[in-house]
């Protein structure tokens, strides 16, 4: 049997549906198999960000996200270790965030908009997916998820998606679509595509101790 973990990259554009991937695989998969670690919260401290001319930062560019310790944590858990991580809070003042902890499984899914850009990340991927998702329905789902969700104003969330995340997702993110081993078309849907892979990945923890 195999001990090493299957690692599993879920890629996509800003509300392209990787949370929404996620939660259904935890739903559909045996409870304690599968550790996801987001890249999320592995954002660089305001502080340590860069700002634009405008004293914004860009948090859609690869140098926002601390890839040496999203890097460093899966190597963990590909040695059978654990480890801790504070949750990452957009920012918000009125959320606390939560010290979270990450244990190895059998599955190991990783997800972020950056996980095929840094090669030593994305060699360690064995199963790399990538949900393609038509603009105008992510920035559709961004504006009600951020609005909604995480406390910003329209107006900021189409100055950001105007000039960061739009830019950043087609010069960072598209062209690694071609090396993913599948592509989840995600515009009404994605039911039938997350029943091929619960059912792969089922098959995979057959064959795990």
């Given at each position: 049997m195999d001990k090493?973990?299957?690692?599993?990259?879920?890629?996509?554009?800003?509300?392209?549906?990787?949370?929404?991937?996620?939660?259904?695989?935890?739903?559909?998969?045996?409870?304690?198999?599968?550790?996801?670690?987001?890249?999320?919260?592995?954002?660089?401290?305001?502080?340590?960000q860069v700002k634009d001319e405008e004293g914004l930062i860009n948090f859609d560019h690869p140098d926002s996200i601390n890839m040496d310790e999203l890097y460093q944590d899966i190597y963990l858990l590909i040695q059978n270790k654990g480890f801790s991580r504070w949750e990452y809070t957009f920012n918000n003042p009125e959320?606390?965030?939560?010290?979270?902890?990450?244990?190895?499984?059998?599955?190991?899914?990783?997800?972020?908009?950056?996980?095929?850009?840094?090669?030593?990340?994305?060699?360690?991927?064995?199963?790399?997916?990538?949900?393609?998702?038509?603009?105008?329905?992510?920035?559709?789902?961004?504006?009600?998820?951020?609005?909604?969700?995480?406390?910003?104003?329209?107006?900021?969330?189409?100055?950001?998606?105007?000039?960061?995340v739009a830019p950043m997702f087609y010069r960072y993110v598209a062209p690694l679509k071609s090396q993913c081993d599948m592509i989840i078309p995600n515009n009404r849907h994605m039911y039938k595509a997350l029943q091929v892979l619960v059912n792969h990945l089922a098959k995979i923890l057959e064959k795990k101790p």
């Amino acid at each position: 049997m195999d001990k090493k973990p299957y690692i599993v990259g879920i890629c996509g554009g800003s509300a392209s549906g990787k949370t929404f991937l996620l939660n259904q695989l935890l739903k559909q998969l045996p409870l304690g198999q599968v550790t996801i670690i987001s890249q999320d919260n592995y954002y660089k401290k305001q502080e340590d960000q860069v700002k634009d001319e405008e004293g914004l930062i860009n948090f859609d560019h690869p140098d926002s996200i601390n890839m040496d310790e999203l890097y460093q944590d899966i190597y963990l858990l590909i040695q059978n270790k654990g480890f801790s991580r504070w949750e990452y809070t957009f920012n918000n003042p009125e959320a606390v965030p939560r010290l979270l902890r990450f244990e190895p499984a059998p599955i190991i899914i990783v997800e972020g908009l950056f996980i095929y850009y840094r090669s030593e990340i994305s060699r360690l991927i064995d199963l790399k997916l990538f949900i393609d998702t038509e603009e105008h329905i992510r920035l559709s789902r961004r504006l009600k998820r951020d609005h909604t969700e995480r406390g910003y104003s329209v107006e900021s969330i189409l100055r950001d998606y105007e000039k960061y995340v739009a830019p950043m997702f087609y010069r960072y993110v598209a062209p690694l679509k071609s090396q993913c081993d599948m592509i989840i078309p995600n515009n009404r849907h994605m039911y039938k595509a997350l029943q091929v892979l619960v059912n792969h990945l089922a098959k995979i923890l057959e064959k795990k101790p």
